[in-house]
Nanobody, 119 residues
Framework: VQLVESGGGLVQPGGSLRLSCFAS???????????MSWYRQAPGRQRELVAAQPSSGATNYPEAVKGRFTIARDAAKKTVYLQMDYLKPEDTAVYYCNAQMTSIKQEFWGQGTQVTVSS
């Protein structure tokens, strides 16, 4: 299984981006069973969670992005998205996709995609 991210780039403050993460090599029927998350890591900082959608479907976000970021998955496409609106310069980071199934201790990470928010 390989998580393939896309959609990063340069955007002005206040703008929007949508990141995609495709689970290549994953059987379609098991994709909904994975807990899917997005993390980010800015230079000199620890990797932090920005959005999570467990297999139950509920979502959760840290305060820093709540109301601006939205995680969603399309099981038929084996893809999880991160819609980012009202972007701020402090959102600049490399964004990583994560898939986890704790019951079998299985976890995958994407390669990361750069998001830069600057005027």
């Amino acid at each position: 299984v390989q998580l393939v991210e896309s959609g990063g780039g340069l955007v002005q403050p206040g703008g929007s981006l949508r990141l995609s993460c495709f689970a290549s090599g994953m059987i379609s029927s098991v994709f909904p069973l994975y807990d899917m998350s997005w993390y980010r890591q800015a230079p000199g900082r620890q990797r932090e969670l920005v959005a999570a959608q467990p297999s139950s479907g509920a979502t959760n976000y840290p305060e820093a992005v709540k109301g601006r970021f939205t995680i969603a998955r399309d099981a038929a496409k084996k893809t999880v998205y991160l819609q980012m609106d009202y972007l701020k310069p402090e959102d600049t980071a490399v964004y990583y996709c994560n898939a986890q199934m704790t019951s079998i201790k299985q976890e995958f990470w994407g390669q990361g995609t750069q998001v830069t928010v600057s005027s």
